[in-house]
């Protein structure tokens, strides 16, 4: 009797393991598996900007050339275009963990007026990708493993945040965490310019 019920499901277990090997073949044929479908965990590639500016301003950020964290150019970063806030951070920093999503509510609100650039310093692009990913930040990102422009710019710590004007003047800077009026103010002076230079030396809040 066990052997007839054995040989009774054979037919039946054949039967579904075709019907499932045809719907993989389908799906892999379709171009669309499901593991490759757009999701929401991972914005758009952060999309680095060309230089602006034929040669460094003076008063400006170090020339340094800075990898792009998505795949893309390296930017010449004395030459990037303004107004522009350049906030310093890494995956490890709570602060700089803080501030993010303040940062991208800037970028979205401000409607391009002024550029949000994040450099992630001393960190692992591995890391750092995952991080923006999960807090959803949109905005440029560069990719600084070694620390050079934390150096040239003698920053205590991160998070660090410079503002750039139109002509790439450095026009306000702060230590420590943003807060959202630090990030108002932040972008009002890369849009006013050397008049409303502010700059200020916070710790970690």
């Avoid at 171009?31 to 680095?48: I, N």
């Avoid at 602006?52 to 990037?80: E, H, K, N």
């Avoid at 522009?84 to 709570?94: D, Q």
């Avoid at 040239?152 to 702060?174: C, F, K, M, R």
Wanted: charged share 15%; aromatic share 4%.
């Amino acid at each position: 009797m066990s052997r007839h019920i054995v040989r009774g499901r054979v037919p039946l277990l054949a039967t579904f393991l075709t019907g499932l090997l045809t719907a993989l073949v389908s799906g892999c044929a379709s171009g669309t598996p499901q593991r490759h479908a757009p999701t929401t965990a991972r914005p758009a590639a952060h999309e680095c900007a060309a230089p602006s500016a034929p040669a460094a301003p003076a008063g400006g950020l170090p020339a340094l050339r800075i990898a792009c964290l998505d795949p893309g150019p390296a930017v010449d970063i004395a030459r990037l275009p303004g107004p522009a806030v350049v906030n310093l951070w890494a995956s490890w920093c709570y602060p700089c963990q803080r501030e993010m999503p303040l940062l991208q509510d800037a970028a979205e609100r401000d409607h391009g007026a002024v550029r949000i650039v994040g450099v992630n310093t001393n960190d692992q692009v591995g890391s750092a990708l995952s991080f923006v990913a999960k807090v959803g930040a949109r905005y440029e990102q560069l990719s600084d493993p070694t620390g050079q422009l934390a150096r040239a710019l003698n920053a205590p710590g991160l998070p660090y945040t410079v503002s750039i004007d139109a002509a790439g003047a450095v026009v306000w800077h702060q230590a420590g965490v943003l807060t959202e009026s630090d990030i108002v103010a932040a972008v009002r002076a890369a849009q006013r310019g050397p008049a409303a230079d502010r700059p200020q030396t916070g710790g970690t809040r």
